[in-house]
């Protein structure tokens, strides 16, 4: 099953809805977790990375939204 991480660059994947949201990091958790895992070689620094990465996900889309209806 690929993800939509996988298929689609950032931009394209909508997270609209706290659904959206959940549903992308369910898919994505674990292959952003391994990633991350391989890079550093430390449970506790991955885990503290792979949540950096999701917050900066959510900040960025939902900055980018903010200012979309701002801007009218």
Avoid: C, P
Avoid at 38 to 66: G, P
């Amino acid at each position: 099953m690929q993800t939509k991480w996988a298929e689609h660059s950032l931009k394209e994947v909508h997270l609209d809805t706290q659904q959206e949201f959940q549903q992308f990091y369910q898919e994505n958790l674990g292959l952003i977790y391994r990633h991350v895992y391989s890079q550093v070689s430390n449970r506790e620094e991955a885990e503290d990375l792979t949540s950096q990465i999701f917050l900066k996900v959510f900040f960025s889309k939902w900055s980018a939204a903010l200012i979309k209806s701002v801007a009218g």
